[in-house]
């Protein structure tokens, strides 16, 4: 995918500088990112799984609702299909075991979808949309209310919607909805509406050519965000990002230059100053990576060109972390070069787009093979969901989840023998990496017993050859071991390595003088 060079603010081009990730600077990066934000474990918990595809979660008192296609879970290391829970599309999980609640409304008719949650700013009810027109025994109109204190639907929250929700925003004055919908409760609205916590259509209105994706109210800047595939806003240009009057929805700023055709804003999150965006693109010349504005005036902070669509985003602790299938990062800080494989998660700094060291990873899994689909934090645990059947390299289907302790040893690096001489041997080993530690120390044993230890910093995509040498006396035979910590964990010792030290060479004896030498030398001739 090629990328266009954006823009700093509404108005104004920026130039982007590369950055070659080489070995010589490697450390230097490491060191910049280890003066910022701790980001959780990148060790997956162990996790219920979905036997599809999850669209969206949501966080409420502790509780991480769960919403998608499907129709069971399973618990955590069950085989697809095996040791089955009925789960209609919606399920709900304690945030920090991970346990199975029994909350569960089937969703289902029209195309029986969860696509869009969001709970209130009180976490009293759970507002959710997408492709459905039953809610247990209660009918709905893609997009329903939920109880989150008994599980039980809000009667009296009955707007109609003509057709699939994909984007949910909530205040306390309105309940936002976004889509692909051209009517709600019976009235003309472009893709976009608000409806107060019990249902009645407000005047908010704004009109949009193509579908909502993404919303996040700014209230106190006097916006209301909106992504998505969209080209106009109330009859004037504006690509993929509007800040809509979250009152009237007028039009307070619109973002030209920012997104280049056939790419669409998917994510918008935000924390007290900033406002992250995260974009998908099809075809040449799109863009894929995220980008963090001022909620004060909407110009742009920075922008991360990596390549590989985003789907999510959320901010936890001064870090954003983002759902993609990121790859070609070489003009983001700390970032790597194209590999051919794909990274599905990312922590960044806010302040200034750096990659952190945090590489948990999925496969693309089923349906169009992005891998993970949306974030959600709650009690200090990040959630993810998506169509992935795998993370971090072991089976785990459509949800994972990661916390804070850190669990996960490097893996123990393979040693062999560089070059042995008489009173010298050097040991030579490919560097480990770790998903969640830079810098690593290495454990050198000679004959069971520690003799040396080395620290080295190393990433998935960087992994030197690393030596040591040893003064051993000529002759002798010695056996060798090595193991790997990341200061937490540690790995168990590789196989040994034997090792028989050369001898040095035998001295030659001087010949002799000859009869007739020891005369010359001695007659001085």
């Known amino acids: 995918m090629h990328l266009r060079k954006l823009r700093s603010k509404p108005v104004t081009r920026v130039a982007v500088t590369a950055l070659v990730c080489t070995t010589a600077l490697l450390d230097a990066s490491l060191a910049a990112a280890a003066d910022g934000p701790k980001t959780l474990a990148a060790d997956a918990l162990p996790t219920y799984q979905t036997e599809g595809i999850v669209w969206s979660l949501a966080a409420a008192n502790g509780v991480v609702y769960v919403g998608g296609t499907f129709d069971a ?227 742009m902070v920075w922008n991360d060109t990596c390549r590989g669509a985003t789907q999510s985003l959320v901010v936890f602790n001064g870090v954003l972390y983002s759902a993609s299938h990121a790859h070609n990062c070489n003009e983001t800080p700390g970032g790597f070069p194209e590999r051919g494989d794909r990274q599905h998660f990312l922590a960044q700094r806010v302040e200034d787009r750096r990659i952190l060291h945090w590489f948990p990873d999925t496969d693309g899994g089923l349906g169009e093979q992005v891998g993970p689909r949306t974030l959600a934090v709650s009690k200090g645990v990040l959630w993810a969901g998506g169509e992935f059947t795998e993370v971090n390299g072991a089976p785990q289907q459509g949800l994972t989840r990661f916390g804070s302790k850190d669990t996960g040893a490097p893996e123990v690096p393979a040693l062999s023998l560089a070059t042995s001489e008489p009173g010298r041997v050097t040991l030579a080993w490919r560097a480990s990496w770790d998903r969640d530690d830079a810098s690593l120390t290495y454990r050198i044993y000679r004959d069971g017993k520690q003799v040396a230890r080395q620290t080295k910093s190393s990433t998935y995509w960087d992994r030197p050859r690393i030596t040591w040498t040893d003064s051993v006396p000529a002759g002798s035979k010695h056996t060798y071991a090595i193991e790997v910590t990341d200061g937490t964990n540690t790995s168990s010792k590789s196989r040994s390595l034997t090792v028989n030290v050369p001898k040095k060479p035998a001295q030659q004896t001087a010949a002799a003088p000859t009869e007739t030498t020891q005369r010359e030398v001695g007659d001085g001739r």
């Not at 209310?145 to 009296?156: G, P």
């Not at 909530?170 to 472009?190: C, E, I, P």
């Not at 992504?227 to 509007?242: C, I, T, W």
């Open 73 to 299: 879970v399973r618990p955590p290391g069950a085989a697809p299909g095996q040791r089955l829970v009925g789960r209609h599309n919606f399920a709900a999980f304690d945030a920090v075991t991970g346990k199975l609640l029994p909350c569960a409304p089937s969703f289902t008719g029209h195309n029986h979808t969860v696509r869009a949650m969001k709970a209130s700013a009180d976490g009293r009810v759970l507002y959710v949309g997408g492709s459905f027109e039953s809610v247990g025994s209660e009918k709905a109109a893609n997009v329903v209310a939920i109880n989150t204190s008994d599980c039980s639907v809000r009667k009296e929250f009955k707007p109609a919607v003509s057709s699939t929700v994909r984007a949910i925003e909530t205040t306390d004055r309105a309940v936002y909805l976004g889509g692909d919908f051209g009517r709600v409760s019976g009235q003309q609205r472009n893709r976009i509406a608000a409806v107060s916590p019990q249902g009645a259509l407000l005047p908010f209105k704004a009109d949009l050519d193509q579908p909502v994706r993404s919303m996040s109210a700014a209230l106190p800047y006097g916006r209301l965000f909106v992504g998505g595939d969209f080209e106009r806003v109330n009859g004037q240009p504006a690509r993929s990002l509007v800040a809509l009057n979250p009152v009237t929805g007028n039009t307070v700023l619109t973002y030209p230059g920012w997104f280049p055709n056939q790419s669409s804003v998917k994510t918008i999150a935000q924390d007290k100053s900033r406002f992250f965006v995260g974009a998908e693109g099809h075809g040449p010349g799109i863009y894929d990576g995220r980008i963090a504005g001022r909620l004060a005036n909407g110009t």
